[in-house]
């Protein structure tokens, strides 16, 4: 409905296999330009789920314009081995620093939405651990209402240790106030976080 109702010259889809519906629609109402862009690595995973994907990418691979992904592994996982993608390194900022100084208290910080692939639980074992060997505290940095992760902080009984800041939260306040950047990603290899 909405690319229907305004003309659009572009469209970025970032839906990993979903991509193909957006790409689809968006041809059929005359977008140009349809860019599909791969931000993990896929492996084999059982016949039924890989046919489907098979499906998705034969529909991304048709109805795209342009194929790219933020790592040559992510593009060939994705895309398939005769592809014709262009990787796009991620930008960063320099001005982005650690916490130089040794810390008192160990500080690991997460962010990323809350969700089981980006894999909030393993981190809190992690601090979970950490806390019978030393002073630490956790900073969680994403979207809001994580209640299964707030049931989840209560039941390993790290309440105290752990911090929950909305995504609009200050992240050069948060880099600066932590010793690390941890990242347990189920599906993303490299994610944009870490860049």
Do not use: M
Not at 66 to 88: H, P, Q
């Amino acid at each position: 409905k909405i690319i229907k109702k305004q003309k659009y010259d572009v469209i970025h889809c970032f839906n990993q296999f979903d991509s193909d519906i957006f790409l689809k629609r968006a041809y059929k109402v005359g977008v140009k330009n349809r860019i599909c862009r791969s931000g993990g690595c896929y492996k084999k995973t059982n016949f039924i789920k890989d046919f489907k994907r098979n499906c998705k990418r034969k529909r991304i691979l048709k109805y795209s314009t342009e194929l790219t992904g933020v790592s040559e592994d992510s593009c060939r996982t994705f895309y398939g081995d005769k592809a014709n993608y262009l990787v796009i390194n991620n930008p960063s900022n320099e001005n982005i620093k650690f916490n130089e100084s040794k810390p008192q208290v160990l500080t690991l910080l997460q962010i990323g939405i809350f969700s089981w692939n980006k894999n909030q639980i393993f981190t809190l074992d992690v601090v979970n651990e950490l806390k019978k060997l030393c002073d630490c505290k956790l900073i969680f940095i994403g979207n809001d209402s994580p209640d299964y992760l707030i049931e989840k902080i209560n039941e390993k009984q790290v309440d105290g240790l752990v911090t929950i800041f909305p995504s609009q939260y200050d992240k050069n306040e948060a880099f600066s106030s932590s010793s690390y950047l941890i990242f347990p990603s189920i599906f993303e290899s490299f994610g944009n976080v870490l860049i």
